[in-house]
C-alpha cells in the first residue's frame, strides 16, 4: 500500500533563509511523487512534481525538490524564504504501477516564515 | 477560465438532513475527485471518476454517493449527514487520460460544512 509521512508538523524559517520540508514515502512500484501549497481558506495548489528523469526539478515560486529514491524522500527546498510563503505544504504519492488515480496526501507540514 | 468551482462555499445542517455539493471544471479535464479534509489527516479520497461515465470508491466512501453529470461535473451526495461529517469538501480535476499516471490535480476553493 502507498504511504506518504511528513514529520514535522510545524517549520520555522526567518526570512531570507533557506528551508527545507521533509517528505518521505512508500509504494510498491515506482512513484509519483508531488507537493502542494495551501493558503488559508483556499483549496490546494499545485507547487512541483517529479515523474521520471532529473532527481532535482524545479516549480512555481522559487521552489524545488528533490527525489532520492534510496532514502525513499522528496524534500521540498527553496534557498530563501520569504514572509509570504507561510502556508500549509502537502506531498502526496501515487504509485505508478498500482496506485492508478489514487493519490495519498501528507498530513501536512504548516511552515512560518518571520520577518 | 474559472478552473474548479465549488458550490456551496458553506452549509450548516442536522443530523439525518441531505445534500449534493455540486461540482464543476472548464479545463477539459477526464478525471475528477471528491477530497475531505479534516485537521491533522491531510486530504482523504472519497470517490473518484477516471473518466465520464465511471466512478470509483476511494478511501473514505461511506456515507457517501456520488455522480460524473457530464465530463465538466461531478456531484457528491450525502443521503443522511452524521457529524462525523463534518469537515470541508474539496473538488479536484485532473488530465490524466483512461489509464492513471502523473498529472497534477486542480482543485477547487472548497466546501465547509457543519454537521449539528
Known amino acids: 500500500a502507498q504511504s506518504v509521512a511528513q514529520p514535522e508538523d510545524q517549520v520555522n524559517v526567518a526570512e531570507g533563509n533557506p528551508l527545507t520540508v521533509k517528505c518521505t514515502y512508500s509504494v510498491s512500484g515506482n512513484p509519483y511523487l508531488f507537493w502542494y501549497v495551501q493558503y488559508p481558506n483556499r483549496g490546494l495548489q499545485f507547487l512541483l512534481k517529479?515523474?521520471?528523469?532529473?532527481?532535482l526539478v524545479k516549480g512555481s515560486y522559487g521552489f524545488e525538490a528533490e527525489f532520492n529514491k534510496s532514502q525513499t524522500s522528496f524534500h521540498l527546498k527553496k534557498p530563501s524564504a520569504l514572509v509570504s510563503d507561510s502556508a500549509l505544504y502537502f506531498c502526496a504519492v501515487r504509485d505508478s504501477h498500482t496506485g492508478g488515480f489514487k493519490t495519498i496526501f501528507g498530513a501536512g507540514t504548516r511552515l512560518f516564515v518571520k520577518a | 477560465n474559472a478552473g474548479v468551482t465549488q458550490t456551496p462555499k458553506f452549509q450548516v445542517l442536522k443530523t439525518g438532513q441531505s445534500m449534493t455539493l455540486q461540482c464543476a471544471q472548464d479545463m477539459n479535464h477526464n478525471s475528477m475527485y471528491w477530497y475531505r479534509q479534516d485537521p491533522g489527516m491531510g486530504l482523504r479520497l472519497i470517490y473518484y471518476s477516471a473518466s465520464e461515465g465511471t466512478t470509483d470508491k476511494g478511501e473514505v466512501p461511506n456515507g457517501y454517493n456520488v455522480s460524473r453529470l457530464n465530463k465538466r461535473e461531478f456531484s457528491l451526495r450525502l443521503e443522511s449527514a452524521a457529524p462525523s461529517q463534518t469537515s470541508v469538501y474539496f473538488c479536484?480535476?485532473?488530465?490524466?487520460?483512461?489509464?492513471?499516471?502523473?498529472?497534477?490535480?486542480?482543485f477547487g476553493p472548497g466546501t465547509r460544512l457543519t454537521v449539528t
Open positions: 517529479y515523474i521520471t528523469g532529473d532527481n
Open positions: 479536484a480535476s485532473s488530465g490524466l487520460g483512461t489509464s492513471g499516471g502523473g498529472g497534477e490535480q486542480y
